[in-house]
Each structure stands twice: as structure tokens, then as C-alpha cells.
């Protein structure tokens, strides 16, 4: 499978995990409910990583890719997923999910910033053609 691929079958995952999670989020709290989901993920991924064999490479991995890895787990399994879910239980799962859908915005300026990534005119109108789309859908 190609990247596309895999993008694609990622937009379909992410976009049916909002409604699962606004149903569950009915009678449960944000913070219960990321822990839920997080232990659920964890234990999944646990016996995934020592079926597959994987665990013998987590030596392999460097100091540096631990703390940057860490960092985009905080951020994003964490504290991010936290407000989607705060986010969620207080408002309307087709707007918050296309709000939060337009971290790509953030994402392109800091690659532009911070990695010396190209901001070429593609990038620049898919960048606001994302916010654009916010903004209709916020109406």
C-alpha cells in the first residue's frame, strides 16, 4: 500500500471516531474518558508490539527520538485529544471535528518555520482553502 492509501483509510478512521466518541461521552467525563481510551489503545498496542516481535527494537531507539516522540504524544494523544473531547461533549461533533481537522494550518506554517520545508503556492492555497472551510462550516 502506498501513502495515500494509508491516508485515506486514516480519514475514514478519523472520521467515524467522533461520533463513537460523542455518543460515549453522554455519561462520562473528558479526562475518564481519555483514560478509558487511552488504556483500551495501550493494551492493544502492547500485545500488538510483542506478537509482532517489535519489542527487541525499542533498545534500538535514541534518547532523542524518545523525547520528541514523547513530546508529540503530550501534545497529541494527550493534550490535544483532552480538548477534542472537552470540545466534543460541549458542542456539535460536525463542527468541532472540522475545527480540530485544520491542524494541518498549524502544522504547515511550523514545518515552513521550524523544518525548512517549502511553502509552495499548493501548500499555500490547500492552507487556506482548510481555513476557508472552517469558516463556512462554522456558520
Known sequence: MNAIMFALIGMFLWGI????????????SPGIALFMRS???TVILLVWVLASGQVVHL???????????G???????????LAYY????????SLV??????FP?????LAFLLLGEKYTPGKL????LIVLGVFVIKR
Open 86 to 93: 472537552y470540545a466534543l461533549k460541549m458542542g456539535e461533533a
Open 105 to 109: 494550518v498549524i502544522t504547515v506554517l
Open 17 to 28: 471516531a467522533p461520533i463513537f466518541g460523542k455518543i460515549g461521552l453522554v455519561q462520562v
Open 125 to 128: 492555497l490547500g492552507t487556506l
Open 39 to 41: 488504556s483500551i489503545v
Open 59 to 69: 533498545a534500538e531507539v535514541t534518547p532523542r527520538s524518545w523525547v520528541f516522540i
Open 71 to 81: 513530546l508529540e504524544g503530550i501534545c497529541a494523544a494527550l493534550l490535544g485529544h
Open 97 to 102: 471535528s472540522p475545527v480540530m481537522a485544520a
